[in-house]
């Protein structure tokens, strides 16, 4: 095309296709070059939709302070874009928002945002968001009867989508039916090793750590966070890695391994975001057990409860849930049985909302024992 014209769907496409390879250098050029180009023929639409592509790839590689200026930007950039009426724009916009919400751990208005988004359907351009809006649902204060129910009802090829299947195994997971999650997840990792999409493969092992450590298996979901950690590090995805890190800190911790929990909470810690609430929520729990376990009870009870708090100010539900438990865990390690029960009385209410089946039984029977022992 002539360098005075500019088609925004195809270079949104692209953006997006360059950014899940590993080319995500490639993707941020590509997205500053639309913006200079976009300004320099008056596209100030064009321009700004450029900077909301880079800068919400900034928040997988230099995630720091990134969610902050993409949501000031979105800001500045709305108004223009309504006062345009340009639903790409418009959805470019609302999909960032998305974005800022994950980071935070706000669930809901991810989910909200990725809706809002898809509601602006553009003529071509921009990736299906379906996913997206399920990441929201999935890790958000939806039950998850009512996710597998929200599911069913997208497109048949939605349903095939690498993002549905893994929220979909995750959640018949909670509920108790490993054998189909395990199917769902063997065929997956078939699927995207065949193809070669590792980005993908990063974040279904990722999700996999969960599902192995509610079969029971913490030395499975140890290796699968190994891979996930392996393979967003080989992709410089360092927003990813810090959350996968983190849980894999506290999947060391089941295995009563600590200065291997403690290695890899540091290492996520250094490489994510300091307003990154999931990777400082589970960072905080692993190291707040292996202090607990040395014996350093105030400096572990000092952690538990900053995740606690760290998780009241998100819409996580499952999260919060581990939060408690973790503090529960503490208080049991210190012999403050009655604040435990407390603690965990909370994780269960939450485990229950989300209807997470496995976990919501295991904590009547932690607490059925710990209450017999307060008397």
């Not at 993409?70 to 009426?85: D, Q, R």
């Not at 990725?114 to 379906?130: F, I, M, N, S, W």
């Not at 959350?243 to 909470?265: I, K, M, P, Q, S």
């Amino acid at each position: 095309m002539p360098p005075s014209e500019l088609d925004l769907a195809l270079e949104t496409d692209l953006i997006d296709a360059l950014s899940w390879d590993t080319k995500t250098e490639e993707a941020l050029g590509r997205a500053r070059s639309l913006a200079e180009r976009s300004g320099a023929v008056g596209d100030r639409v064009g321009e700004l939709c450029a900077r909301i592509h880079e800068a919400a790839l900034r928040i997988s590689v230099e995630p720091t302070g990134a969610a902050d200026a993409l949501e000031a930007l979105v800001a500045e950039a709305l108004p223009v874009f309504e006062v345009a009426g340009d639903e790409l724009a418009l959805r470019i916009a609302y999909r960032a928002l998305g974005t800022v919400a994950n980071m935070r751990a706000q669930m809901d208005r991810m989910a909200a945002a990725y809706a809002e988004a898809r509601a602006h359907a553009a003529t071509a351009g921009g990736t299906t968001l379906v996913g997206y809006q399920g990441h929201g649902h999935f890790h958000g204060s939806t039950p998850l009867g009512e996710l597998l129910a929200w599911q069913s009802e997208q497109d048949p090829r939605e349903q095939r989508s690498y993002w549905l299947r893994t929220f979909r195994m995750a959640a018949l997971a909670m509920l108790g039916r490993l054998d189909e999650a395990r199917a769902l997840l063997d065929g997956l990792r078939e699927e995207l090793i065949e193809r070669g999409a590792r980005s993908v493969l990063a974040a279904v092992e990722g999700y996999s750590i969960d599902i192995e450590l509610l079969a029971g298996d913490p030395a499975a979901a140890a290796a699968a966070g190994q891979n996930s950690c392996r393979i967003h590090e080989e992709l410089g995805h360092s927003s990813e890695l810090s959350t996968v890190a983190a849980g894999l800190a506290r999947t060391y911790c089941d295995l009563g391994r600590f200065d291997e929990a403690e290695r890899w909470a540091a290492h996520a810690v250094q490489v994510g975001a300091s307003d990154d609430a999931s990777t400082q929520m589970l960072s905080r729990d692993a190291l707040a057990i292996v202090h607990a376990r040395r014996g350093q009870h105030a400096e572990a009870e000092r952690l538990a409860r900053e995740a606690v708090e760290i998780g009241e100010q998100t819409e996580a539900l499952n999260a919060q849930a581990d939060t408690y438990a973790d503090l529960g865990e503490v208080l049991m390690l210190a012999g403050r049985r009655e604040e435990a029960v407390e603690a965990l009385e909370n994780a269960l209410a939450r485990y229950e909302a989300k209807e997470n089946v496995v976990r919501a039984g295991r904590m009547r029977e932690r607490l059925a024992t710990l209450r017999t022992e307060v008397g």
